[in-house]
C-alpha cells in the first residue's frame, strides 16, 4: 500500500478520486476491495436472528418475576447523612479538647530527677574494673534516716545530691557527640592538675564519714578524681579490709580518649554511734590509700597515636 | 425516550412491554454475538443469558444510558466471560454454513467474516460495534469500555487491514465468481 491517497478516507472530492484511480492501479484494487467491505456490512446489517432462539428465550424470561424497582436498603439511605454526623461530631470533640486542655498543667507529675553521689563503687567493680553502669549512676542515694517513730514523727523526706562527678560525666558524653576536640580542653588540665596532685604510693587520709546500714553509696571523696570511686553499700560481710580497682575517670587529651585506672584501698569498720534518742550503728571509712596505676589509652577511631598523655 | 418509557412499563408490571423489548433488541444482540462467536447456538445461548440478566438488572437501570448501549454491555461481559472459560477460535467453518444463499452481498459478507476473522479481538469487535451495529463512536467507547480515541484508532487499523486482507484473498475469489452471481448492491465509491 503505498500510495498515500490510500489512507485518506472520504478527504478528497469524489472527481478527484476518480481521476486519481484511472491513473493509481493500487487505488482502483482498493476501490474493489472497499465496495466488497461495504457489501459484506450491508449483508452483515441485514442477517436475521433465528426464531427459535427468540421464541426461548421469551419464554424463559416468561418464567422469571417480573423486575421491579430496586428500593435502596434503610441503612443504604442513611449512610451518608450518619458519615457526616459522625465527622461534625468527632470536629466538635476535637476542638472542645483542644479549647479545654490548652494550657493545663500536665497530668501526670515529673518524678524528681535523682542523681547519684559520684564516690560510690559498683558491687562487682572489684572484680571486673569496669565503670558503674548509667542504671547504677542514677541510682538514690539516702541518707540516714531514723526509723519512723510516733516520738520522732514522721520520715523525712530523702535528700538527694548531685556530684559535680555526675554532672561532668554527663557533659562530657554530650561533648564527645557535639565537639569532642572543644570539650577536651576544657576537661584535661582539670585532671592533670587533679592527677599531680595524687602522690604516688603515699597513703592519703580521708578521715572518715558516717553510714548506716540502709545507706546504698557514700558521699564524693575529696580526690579530686571525679567519677568512679566509691559506690560502698556497707554490709556486715564487707567489714574489713577490701581492695578494689578503680576506672577512676575519662580522659581526653586531643585525638585520644584515656582511661585512667585507679588501685584503692580502703577499710570499713563498724562501730555504735550514740545518735540520740537512741544509739545506731554505722559504718565508717576509715583510711583510703589512693594509688594511680598505668593509664589505658584508647585511641578514637581514625586518629590513633602512641603517646601517653600523662 | 421510548426505551425509558418500555423500561418503566416493564417495571410497573407490563408483560407486553418486556416481550417488546426482547423482540426489538434481540436481532441485533444475537447479530453481534453471532459475528463475535462464530457460532449460531452458542450466540443463541449468549443471547438468551444476556437478556435474563438484563431482566435481573432491569430496576437498576440509570435513565442516562442508552438501552441499547446497556445490552450490548451486557451481551460483551457475557462474551468475554465465554472467551474466558470455552477458549474457541474458530468461527470460520460455521460462519461458511450460516449463509446458504450464494448472492453476491452474501458472498462478500463470508469473505468479509473471513477477513474479520483475522483481526485482533479488539478491532473486530469495534469494528463490528461501530459498522454492523451501527453504535457511535462514545457509544462503543461506553460498551468496551475504552476511550473515544481508542475506539477511532481502532477503526482505522481495523480498516486498514480488512482493506489489505481483501486485496489479498478476497478479489481473486470475487473474480472467478463474479460472473455467475448476481449482484444485489451496487455501491459505489470507497468504503468510509
Redesign the interface.
Known amino acids: 500500500?503505498g500510495c498515500n491517497r490510500?489512507?485518506q478516507?472520504?478527504k478528497t472530492p469524489?472527481w478527484a478520486?476518480a481521476w486519481h484511480r484511472q491513473r493509481c492501479a493500487e487505488c482502483r484494487?482498493?476501490?474493489?476491495?472497499?465496495?466488497?467491505?461495504?457489501?459484506?456490512?450491508?449483508?452483515?446489517?441485514g442477517?436475521?436472528?433465528?426464531a427459535?432462539?427468540?421464541a426461548?428465550?421469551?419464554a424463559?424470561?416468561?418464567e422469571?418475576p417480573?423486575?421491579?424497582?430496586?428500593a435502596p436498603s434503610r441503612a443504604v439511605r442513611w449512610a451518608p447523612r450518619l458519615a457526616a454526623a459522625g465527622a461534625a461530631c468527632a470536629v466538635v470533640a476535637l476542638m472542645a479538647g483542644y479549647v479545654l486542655n490548652n494550657g493545663a498543667p500536665p497530668l501526670h507529675v515529673q518524678p524528681l530527677q535523682v542523681q547519684p553521689p559520684p564516690d560510690r563503687i559498683a558491687k562487682d567493680e572489684g572484680r571486673n574494673g569496669h565503670p558503674p553502669s548509667d542504671h547504677d549512676a542514677h541510682s538514690v542515694k539516702t541518707k540516714a534516716n531514723p526509723a519512723p517513730s510516733v516520738v520522732n514523727g514522721p520520715k523525712p523526706k530523702p535528700v538527694v545530691v548531685a556530684s559535680d562527678a555526675v554532672k561532668e560525666r554527663k557533659t562530657l558524653r554530650h561533648a564527645r557527640s557535639n565537639n569532642l576536640r572543644r570539650h577536651s580542653a576544657k576537661v584535661t588540665p582539670k585532671r592533670e592538675t587533679a592527677i599531680a596532685a595524687l602522690p604516688p604510693d603515699v597513703d592519703k587520709s580521708f578521715g572518715y564519714r558516717e553510714y548506716t546500714p540502709d545507706a546504698k553509696t557514700v558521699p564524693s571523696q575529696p580526690d579530686g578524681l571525679g567519677g568512679g570511686g566509691f559506690g560502698v553499700r556497707p554490709l556486715p560481710e564487707q567489714v574489713g579490709e577490701k581492695h578494689v580497682t578503680v576506672v577512676a575517670s575519662y580522659g581526653v587529651d586531643g585525638n585520644r580518649q584515656v582511661k585512667l585506672a585507679l588501685s584503692r584501698r580502703y577499710v570499713i569498720r563498724e562501730q555504735s554511734v550514740e545518735v540520740q534518742p537512741s544509739p545506731q550503728h554505722v559504718y565508717v571509712i576509715d583510711r583510703v590509700s589512693v594509688t594511680p596505676r598505668e593509664p589505658q589509652v584508647a585511641s578514637l577511631p581514625g586518629r590513633a597515636k602512641e603517646s601517653q598523655v600523662w | 425516550l421510548r426505551d425509558e418509557g418500555l423500561v418503566g412499563r416493564?417495571?410497573r408490571?407490563d408483560?407486553a412491554a418486556?416481550?417488546r423489548l426482547?423482540?426489538e433488541h434481540?436481532?441485533r444482540v444475537?447479530?453481534w454475538l453471532?459475528?463475535l462467536t462464530g457460532s449460531?447456538d452458542t450466540?443463541?445461548e449468549l443471547?438468551?443469558q444476556t437478556?435474563?440478566k438484563a431482566?435481573?438488572?432491569?430496576?437498576?437501570l440509570r435513565a442516562e444510558g442508552s438501552l441499547s448501549v446497556w445490552l450490548h454491555r451486557i451481551a460483551y461481559h457475557q462474551y468475554t466471560h465465554w472467551l474466558r472459560d470455552r477458549k474457541v477460535d474458530c468461527p470460520l467453518e460455521e460462519t461458511s454454513a450460516?449463509?446458504p444463499d450464494r448472492t453476491?452481498?452474501?458472498l462478500?459478507?463470508?469473505?468479509?467474516?473471513r477477513a474479520l476473522a483475522q483481526l485482533s479481538e479488539d478491532h473486530r469487535q469495534t469494528f463490528?460495534l461501530y459498522?454492523?451495529q451501527?453504535l457511535s463512536v462514545p457509544e462503543v467507547a461506553g460498551v468496551l469500555g475504552v476511550p473515544d480515541g481508542t475506539v477511532k484508532s481502532r477503526l482505522f487499523v481495523a480498516?486498514?487491514r480488512?482493506?489489505?486482507l481483501?486485496?489479498d484473498d478476497?478479489?481473486k475469489e470475487?473474480d472467478e465468481t463474479r460472473e455467475n452471481v448476481p449482484s444485489s448492491?451496487g455501491?459505489?465509491?470507497?468504503?468510509?
Open positions: 500500500m490510500l489512507t478516507f472520504s469524489k478520486a484494487v482498493a476501490a474493489r476491495a472497499d465496495q466488497m467491505l461495504e457489501r459484506g456490512v450491508t449483508a452483515l446489517r442477517e436475521d436472528a433465528p427459535a432462539g427468540l426461548s428465550t421469551l424463559a424470561l416468561s422469571m417480573l423486575p421491579g424497582v430496586e | 416493564i417495571l408490571g408483560k418486556g416481550e426482547v423482540s434481540y436481532p444475537y447479530r453471532r459475528h449460531v450466540a443463541e443471547t438468551q437478556f435474563i431482566w435481573q438488572c432491569l430496576g437498576g450460516v449463509s453476491m452481498s452474501a462478500d459478507a463470508i469473505l468479509l467474516e463490528l459498522h454492523v451501527e480498516r486498514q480488512l482493506r489489505e481483501l486485496m478476497g478479489l470475487t448492491c455501491a459505489e465509491g470507497g468504503f468510509r
